[in-house]
């Protein structure tokens, strides 16, 4: 596992950063980070491969290594955090919802009235570029069934109504390609008022990207 990747699960893995997200950009109804509790994927990378995928366990972890799961009374919230894009993310979405269901219905037996619960899975894509696919991918629920969050397409006025945190990693992420700027916001009082955990992000993902 790489540093950034360590940092990906420090920063996104907290029950205040996962519910803000998913607050700001998903949900109308809030989640309360207190009842959030986070949910083992491993079993859902048992139920796949025994439903006879040819990938092994290894390589389930390796696909969805910055996937965070969580689960209220009501709902499912996956956070799929990517800092690389590919046309196949709507099948590796797909794949891990299917997952999730069959688990859900022949292991876990969580029903909600007699209902499955819904699941919200949102993609976040770290990178200051805008993702190659479709960017009607929150409107076109026929085709994706996932919400993609790029913080290059967020305003500055979105980001200012955030956290400090958040809202600094989404701006140094959005800004990461403007050395002037990126040096700006290293000096600015927001950045010194952020916590450990997402100056450590900062460092490590402005680290990835030098050595790429």
Sequence with gaps: MSSLDDAIKDFFGQ?????ELFNRFVLSENLN????TPVDVMPIFNKLRDYGSKLTLEKFQSMYRNLFLMKTEKLYCALLVETEM????PIKVCLFENGLYATEIETWNCLNDGELLPC??????LSSEH?????????SPHDYSFYMIEPVNISD????GLSEDLGGVLKFVK???DFEKKQEFLTSEMYARMGDSAKRFIKCFSGSMTTQ
């Design 86 to 89: 590919s046309n196949a993310l």
């Design 157 to 160: 006025g979105m980001i200012a």
């Design 15 to 19: 029950n205040e950063v996962f519910a």
């Design 120 to 125: 919200y899975t949102v993609v976040l894509y």
């Design 131 to 139: 993702c190659h696919l479709r960017e009607t991918a929150n409107e």
């Design 175 to 177: 800004i990461s390609n």
């Design 33 to 36: 980070p207190t009842e959030l």
